[in-house]
């Protein structure tokens, strides 16, 4: 089993995001997925519409021994895709925690125990950390056979680096000699910004392969499923979103050594019959041809089911309008 830990201390990099949405589309490769919500603020939990609110079974029972591993797991939207929720208290649990004996590995424990009575449930556990390196990542990054780290390309994108690698060679000879960085995931892609592009070359001469080639590109539909209480595939399966996050898990599959199939390419319309040729009527021209014509690839394709916009959850960072986007400049 695959225990991976999303990290990266800077929050708004892409780490609940990137976890949800690669969860979903390994699941659609037939990997039996866990969620792991570390965050205090839930954002994952909110994200695949998992009870976290007031609920006792979260990330913070099991940390605070109230709780098997086993009761807390819910099921998602997502065939083959479950998830343990966080909860508000999880923000004391650091504190509450102090005097508590082996307090960096209680949630492996809880791992192991459980993946004991259970040896073959899921193929992939997938951690959604907080923006820290305190006690929730460690007791992460004690359990995970790997970290990946989402990154935004901008300027501050490597300062922190160096940091979270300092720590991850800590936790790897203290706690979990297996721990390894398995990659770096290229996030809120924007190839038309110079800044991307540099910052981009400038973390590929520093870590090499470990950088997927993967990139998820800025898109609003990304930005928009979470008030849906929707994965992106769930969304909108045709954006550029779907289609990056599709690739990513592909790519983290093969990079952990599967071999896949290739993709199948997509189902294509037949071709209509070639209309027969015809005399125009008087008066009409080409107008009526005209008419017919395929819309522009432009045109907004839209969303089958809609929520009414009473029922939409206000997006944290309040951009609801498709033509902003916080990272344009
Ligand atoms: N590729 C993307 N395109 C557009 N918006 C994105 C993209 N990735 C993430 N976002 C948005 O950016 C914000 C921060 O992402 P999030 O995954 O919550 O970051 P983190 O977990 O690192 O704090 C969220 O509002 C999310 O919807
Ligand atoms: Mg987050």
């Not at 300092?166 to 190839?191: H, Q, Y």
């Not at 027969?276 to 907004?300: C, H, I, M, Q, Y």
Request: proline share 9%; with cysteine; hydrophobic share 40%.
């Amino acid at each position: 089993m695959r225990i991976v830990a999303l990290m990266n201390q800077k929050g708004g990099v892409g780490k609940t995001t990137t976890t949800v949405n690669l969860g979903a589309c390994l699941s659609q490769l037939d990997k039996r997925v866990l969620l792991i919500d570390m965050d205090p603020q839930a954002n994952l939990s909110v994200h695949v519409d998992a009870d976290a609110g007031g609920a006792d079974k979260s990330v913070y029972h099991i940390l605070t021994n109230r709780i098997s591993f086993e009761e807390t797991i819910q099921r998602t939207s997502v065939v083959n895709l479950d998830v343990i929720p966080s909860h508000i208290d999880l923000s004391g649990a650091e504190i509450e925690l102090v005097q508590a004996m082996g307090r960096e590995t209680i949630l492996r424990e809880a791992i192991r125990e459980f993946e004991e009575k259970n040896p073959d449930r899921y193929d992939i556990i997938l951690i959604d950390c907080p923006p820290s390196l305190g006690l929730l990542s460690i007791n992460a990054m004690a359990v995970a056979t790997e970290v990946l780290v989402p990154l935004q390309m901008e300027f501050f994108a490597l300062r922190g680096m160096s940091k979270l690698m300092e720590v991850i060679r800590l936790v790897e000879k203290r706690l979990n000699p297996a721990i390894k960085v398995s990659g770096i995931i290229p996030c809120m892609w924007d190839s038309r910004k110079r800044l991307c592009r540099d910052v981009l070359e400038e973390v590929c001469n520093y870590f090499k392969d470990k950088v997927f080639n993967t990139r998820i590109r800025a898109n609003v539909k990304i930005a928009e499923a979470p008030s849906h209480g929707k994965v992106i595939v769930e969304y909108d399966e045709e954006c550029n979103g779907a289609e990056d996050y599709r690739s990513l898990a592909r790519e983290f599959l093969i990079r952990g050594g599967e071999v896949l199939p290739e993709p199948e390419p997509p189902v294509l319309e037949p071709e209509p019959p070639a209309p027969e040729p015809e005399v125009p009527a008087p008066g009409k021209g080409s107008v009526g041809l005209r008419e017919e014509a395929e819309p522009a690839d432009e045109a907004p394709v839209p969303h089958p089911h809609p929520a009414p916009p009473d029922t939409i959850r206000p997006h944290p960072t309040g951009h609801e309008s498709e033509g902003i986007r916080p990272w344009a400049t």
